[in-house]
């Protein structure tokens, strides 16, 4: 991305994090935007995006009790516009794929526009902000389609939600991966969804296959959705891509659950697949989606972009 973008991002998070301060006020005592952006950023090896470390919490109680929950959006926004800045000054995306970065700067300019203004996504305990603030902590990684957690692992509960003989295939299908963690998992953000479409999903994969070069600690990569149901091949084939192209590249698709929250996530948003819950013709299930490292790099390999 030119530079004259990134001086552009980098002024305008300045600029917003200085209105939303300054009309802020003053800050309860020991309170910052810098403070509180570290204290967000020291988490464990293993803990997931959405943990927000207690000490962060405190000081946006603290900013809420003393300018009320308005205030709260207004210091999480500095905050925002803040953080984003200075991870594009910090040098710090110099150390990921130049592939992760280009997505990366991409969010970062979204983030310094998002911040002009309060919203109610703007919530400690909102999943649009913990998104948000994990890419700008680096707890989160741009990767077009995507976000990835490199903080994860796969539950070992995956292997008791059919019966032993699945059971014993799935765990056989984990160990082939190397074991149950540290994997990449990935994250649709709602914030961003230019890049959800199947090349923007192919560059997901592509960023994966680059990040295991820089931390190959990590064994592969994993999601869970009602998307990847083998069912959509039939009544959603558009969607089919989402499966079939990681399955083809080698992935494993293992069955988690049926009905619940699923129902929601699969029929609001299409009528048709609606219609036939409706009539008893389908029942959304979610499935996990768990690609080994290697057969990933392989994939990448035979498709660049």
């Known amino acids: 991305m030119p530079n004259a973008d990134l001086t552009r991002f980098v002024a305008q998070a300045r600029e917003h994090a200085h209105e939303a301060l300054t009309s802020l006020g003053a800050l309860p005592e020991g309170v910052s935007v810098a403070r509180f952006i570290a204290d967000y950023g020291k988490v464990g090896e293993m803990v997931h995006y959405v943990t927000v470390p207690d000490a962060a919490a405190e000081a946006v109680r603290q900013v809420e009790a003393a300018h009320g929950a308005d205030g709260a959006k207004t210091f999480l926004r500095a905050a925002l516009a803040h953080g984003a800045a200075d991870l594009l000054e910090s040098g710090r995306l110099d150390a990921l794929p130049p592939r992760i970065v280009h997505y990366h700067v991409k969010h970062m300019g979204r983030i310094a526009g998002a911040t002009s203004a309060n919203a109610d996504w703007m919530n400690i305990k909102g999943d649009l902000f913990h998104k948000d603030f994990g890419l700008i902590t680096l707890r989160l990684f741009a990767a077009a389609a995507q976000l990835l957690d490199i903080r994860c692992g796969i539950p070992r509960s995956i292997l008791f939600t059919e019966g ?110 609606r219609k036939l819950y409706e009539e008893g013709k389908y029942m959304p299930k979610s499935y996990m989606l768990a690609w080994g490292k290697r057969e990933q790099i392989d994939w990448a390999k035979r498709n660049p972009r």
């Open 164 to 273: 032993a003989l699945a059971s014993v295939k799935k765990g056989q299908a984990i160990m082939q991966m190397g074991g149950f963690k540290p994997y990449v998992q990935i994250h649709t953000h709602l914030s961003d969804l230019d890049d959800f479409n199947e090349e923007g999903w192919n560059e997901c994969y592509r960023c994966c296959a680059e990040l295991y070069e820089t931390m190959p600690q990590l064994l592969g990569m994993f999601g869970a959705s009602w998307f990847y149901d083998p069912v959509l091949d039939d009544i959603s084939p558009r969607l089919a891509y989402l499966r079939k192209i990681p399955q083809d590249g080698g992935a494993h698709v293992l069955y988690v659950s049926t009905g619940g929250d699923h129902i929601d996530n699969a029929t609001s948003t299409s009528p048709s697949r």
